[in-house]
Every structure is written in C-alpha cells, then in structure tokens.
C-alpha cells in the first residue's frame, strides 16, 4: 500500500529564509509524486508533479522538489520565503490500477511566513 | 480555459438528512474524483468516476454515493447525515486516469448540525 508522511505539522521561516517541507513516501512501483498548497477557504493548487522524467522538479512561485529514491523522500523547497507563501501544503503520491486512480495526501504542513 | 466548479460552495444540514454535491470538471476531462477533508482525518479519497463508471472507491460507508453524467459533470450524495460528515468536499478532475494531474474545484463545506 502506498503511503505518505510529512515531517512537521508546523513550519514557521522568516521571509526571505529557506523553506523546507519535508515529504517521504512509500510505493511499491514507481510512484507519481505531487505537492499541492491549500490557501483558507480554498481548494488545492497544484505546484509540481513527479513522473520520473526528471528528479528535479521545478513549479511555481519559485518552488522545486527533488526526488530521491535511495531516501524515498520528496522535500519541498524555496529558496526565498515571501509573506505569501503562507499557507498548508500537502504531499500526494498517486495510486493507479485497474482499480482506478486515487491520491493518497500526507497529513499536511502548514507554512507560516513572518515579516 | 475555466476550472473546476463546485456548487454549492456552503451548506448546512441536520443529521438525519441528505444532501447532494455538485461537480463541473474543466473541460475535456472525463475523470472526476471526490475528496473529504476534516480536521482530524486530513483529505480522503471517496470515490472516482471515468466515463460514466465508477472505477475506485475509498474507504467509506454506503451512505456516500456519487455518479457521472454523460457531459462529465458529477454529483455526490450523502443519505442519513452525521455530526462527522462535516467537512470540506472537494472535486477535482483529469483529462484521462491512471497518475494523471488532478485538479481542484474550490470546495463544498458541508456542516452538519
């Protein structure tokens, strides 16, 4: 069964510092990895997706995520914290079969930016 | 292109009643999947449909059902509320399945009283 676990429930940087949001996962095949960002009262947006083509995976608003097989990890990164970036971010790997598609989220991180 | 349209975006019912979510993929996407989203339990997957047919179902009781219509659009129904079917329901849709990019409507929060 595939699975995901965010380190951190809670991520508090200053703007302008780093960020890292943590995601490891566990797939018995090739997994399809996503992270999303949820603002309040809000659906999920999608910043980057997975799909083996590049371990490197650069997506929106400045935001990368490196896979790394031998670590099973997915971390999320920002070079530059900006106040807008405060949100809750959520890990997804996608389960697909003949059963159909379906992603599985980690519990999620929220991300505080102060000033 | 427009998004994923959810209606309606708020709700309030009491236990005991049943209510009915709606869905409009983007589109061109024949995959709608639905989500539960609660404080406690984080986003689950309910169920998926694909071309009319519901291809997987998550881990919930049959009180929670859904369906699609031939123009994509997809309905969620949930019979005989409880207190813990407060959440936030969320759509997203697909252009096909099998890992492809999910993407989400903004929502329908469901308070049961």
């Known amino acids: ?115 | 292109k427009a998004g994923v349209t959810q209606t309606p975006r708020y709700l309030i019912k009491t236990r005991g009643q049943q209510v009915t979510l709606s869905c409009s993929p983007i589109s061109g996407h024949r995959s709608v999947s639905w989500y539960q989203q609660t404080p406690g339990q984080g986003l689950q997957f309910l169920f998926e449909y694909f071309s009319e047919t519901q291809r997987n179902k998550g881990n919930f009781p049959g009180r929670f059902s859904g369906r699609q219509f031939s123009n994509s659009r997809s309905e969620m129904n949930v019979s005989t509320l409880e207190l813990g079917d407060s959440a936030l329901y969320l759509c997203a849709s697909s252009f096909g399945a099998g890992g492809e990019t999910q993407y989400f409507g903004p929502g329908t929060r469901l308070l049961v009283l």
């Open chain 1, 1 to 115: 069964a595939q699975s995901v676990t965010q380190l951190g429930s809670h991520v508090s940087v200053s703007e302008g510092a780093l960020v890292l949001l943590r995601c490891n996962y566990s797939s018995s095949v090739p997994p399809y990895l996503f992270w999303y960002v949820q603002y309040p009262n809000q659906g999920l947006q999608l910043l980057l997706k997975y799909t083996s083509a590049a371990t490197l995976v650069k997506g929106i608003n400045g935001f990368e995520a490196e896979f790394k097989k031998s670590e099973t990890s997915f971390h999320l990164t920002k070079p530059s914290a900006h106040m807008s970036d405060a949100a809750e971010y959520f890990c997804a790997v996608s389960s697909f079969n003949q059963a159909g598609t379906a992603l599985i989220f980690g519990k999620g991180t929220t991300l505080s930016v102060s000033s």
